[in-house]
């Protein structure tokens, strides 16, 4: 299998995680062409990254999708729990770390400083970090001792935010939020985590 990646995408980051985490023997490129290349748009119409190449050719875009696929795929280490009710706790915070905290602080990394968009997206990631501090586990990961699927997606998420939202508010806005500011510390000491984070830190 081959992903197609890029260290400075934040949703291409939980899939190298999830990668890393279960030790897996896929090849990790560059679109070829570059991302917004008609090469890989033949590759991937969607144009975006992450996406898997599957062992038939068959092509799988999407982090979320992609990950369920490697979990279900390769069950062993797991990245879910086995309880429904914690698995399904994970599965929310996965989604609380993509579409409240990723997609706004993308969003807010392109949009003008000082303007009603970028004013409502800060808004929209300030609730996102709030419940994200009501919902963490306290422990180690977010929803617990072992790494997850939810932390493959807020451990990268979370990294971004000091980078995108301090210039524009000119304070610490993770540390208004204690939990969630001890769980960026205490996510990081998994080897897959550090790794996919240091790949972040040399791409930017």
């Known amino acids: 299998m081959r ?3 890029e ?3 934040p949703f291409s980051a939980p899939v190298r995680i999830a ?3 279960k030790t897996l023997e896929i090849e990790i490129v560059a679109p070829p062409g570059g991302l917004r290349s008609a090469q890989y748009h033949a590759v991937n119409p969607l144009g975006t990254i992450p996406c898997l190449i599957l062992d038939d050719g ?3 875009p999407e982090s979320s999708a992609i990950m369920e696929y490697l979990e279900e795929r390769f069950p062993l280490p797991s990245l879910l729990p086995k309880n ?3 698995r399904a706790n994970v599965r929310l915070l996965q989604r609380i770390g993509e579409l409240h905290i990723t997609t706004h602080t993308v969003e807010l990394s392109q949009a003008a400083p000082d303007t009603e968009e970028s004013a409502s997206r800060l808004t929209r990631l300030v609730r996102g970090l709030s419940a994200l501090q009501g919902l963490l586990s306290g422990e180690s990961f977010a929803a617990g001792g072992e790494l ?3 932390d493959c997606q807020l451990a990268p998420a979370l990294f971004r935010v000091p980078r995108v ?3 524009l508010m000119r304070r610490d806005l993770i540390g208004a939020y204690p939990k969630v500011a001890r769980y960026i510390e205490t996510s990081r000491a998994h ?3 550090a790794r996919v984070l240091d790949e972040m830190s040399s791409a930017a």
């Open 3 to 5: 992903l197609y990646s």
């Open 148 to 150: 997850t699927l939810a």
């Open 7 to 9: 260290n400075s995408s």
């Open 84 to 86: 429904p009710e914690a």
């Open 165 to 167: 939202v301090e210039p």
């Open 191 to 193: 080897p897959a985590v």
């Open 58 to 60: 068959a092509r799988l």
């Open 19 to 21: 990668i890393y985490a």
